[in-house]
């Protein structure tokens, strides 16, 4: 039961911030947003054997971004995008060691979808970026390479673990797009919903899957 306790906290945390985020109510959304990371890296850590630094340092980075991304103002928003892209940049390199003899298809199979987004939202944002482009831009190509990463995993080891990353990668990816569609083209009132539940089911699955290669690693180990 104690390995589940950080989960059933994450889960609470995660659904008071929903509703924080709902009735448009700061203070419990002040109250909740900075544990949504710090109880998913409590979760990991009393379920693995062997810590993944680069892992949790992603996980830290998103805490700050988290955090950042409370204040109001373009400075504070420049940071918070700062601190997600190097907790991207993380994830990234935790991934790429993952990649052995990857052939050059794959990885241009791979780009393929990444890049539709990529193409595809800059070009419904660009007019409303204002001095805010090169900062997207850059985070977008940081997110799209991700995207790629893990793709290009999958496609050359396909199996269910493999596949849970593309998806909380994929999700990572739809839950920025919707923040930068809400905050550079037209405001919605479903997005802040939409942006928050994706987020944290995308850091959920990434975890998930740290932890399940973790155990697979295991397995091969002590098989051999």
């Known amino acids: ?34 544990f949504l990371m710090i109880t998913l890296i409590w979760y990991y850590i009393v379920n693995t054997k062997t810590v993944n630094k680069l892992f949790v340092a992603g996980l830290f980075f998103s805490f700050l971004g988290d955090v950042l991304l409370l204040g109001t103002g373009e400075l504070y928003f420049i940071l918070g995008l700062l601190f997600f892209l190097i907790a991207h940049v993380f994830y990234i390199i935790m991934v790429i060691k993952l990649l052995k003899n990857t052939k050059m298809t794959q990885v241009l199979l791979a780009s393929i979808p990444y890049l539709i987004i990529f193409t595809s939202l800059l070009t419904i944002l660009y007019s409303g970026l204002g001095e805010m482009k090169i900062p997207v831009i850059v985070y977008a190509i940081t997110i799209t390479v991700l995207g790629i990463s893990s793709l290009s995993l999958y496609l050359q080891n396909k199996n269910k673990t493999h596949l849970i990353l593309v998806f909380g990668v994929l999700i990572f990816i739809i839950s920025d797009s919707v923040l930068a569609l809400n905050m550079f083209y037209k405001e919605q009132s479903i997005y802040p919903l939409l942006i928050i539940s994706t987020y944290v089911i995308a850091q959920y699955l990434i975890c998930r899957f740290v932890l399940l290669n973790e155990i697979k690693n295991i397995k091969i180990n002590g098989d051999s």
Do not use: R, W
């Open 1 to 34: 039961m104690s390995k589940k306790i950080p989960l059933v906290l994450f889960l609470m945390v995660c659904i008071l911030d929903l509703v924080g985020v709902y009735f448009e109510h700061n203070t419990i959304i002040f109250m909740a947003k900075p």
